[in-house]
């Protein structure tokens, strides 16, 4: 993520987690979804967030995380 790695190893995991949890924010604050059913919106929500931070935790199968 934009070299990011160079500064330190941890630094892009922890840059793209607290960059998707901060555009999880930003939807519910704008509240641009209003018309999509209540599931479809928790499942738009909570989607991206938890897949990230499930990947970069290195506990999901498919990913294609390679931690020991």
Known sequence: ?????D??????P???TL???VMAAVDVISN???E???VAR???LLGAPV???CCRAGSCTGCGSTTT
Request: no cysteine; hydrophobic share 65%; charged share 10%.
């Open 14 to 16: 922890i840059l793209a």
């Open 7 to 12: 500064i330190h190893e941890v630094l892009p």
């Open 51 to 53: 897949s990230v931070t």
């Open 32 to 34: 641009a979804n209003a």
């Open 1 to 5: 993520m934009f070299r990011t790695a």
């Open 42 to 44: 928790i499942v738009f």
């Open 36 to 38: 999509v059913p209540a």
């Open 19 to 21: 960059l998707v949890r």
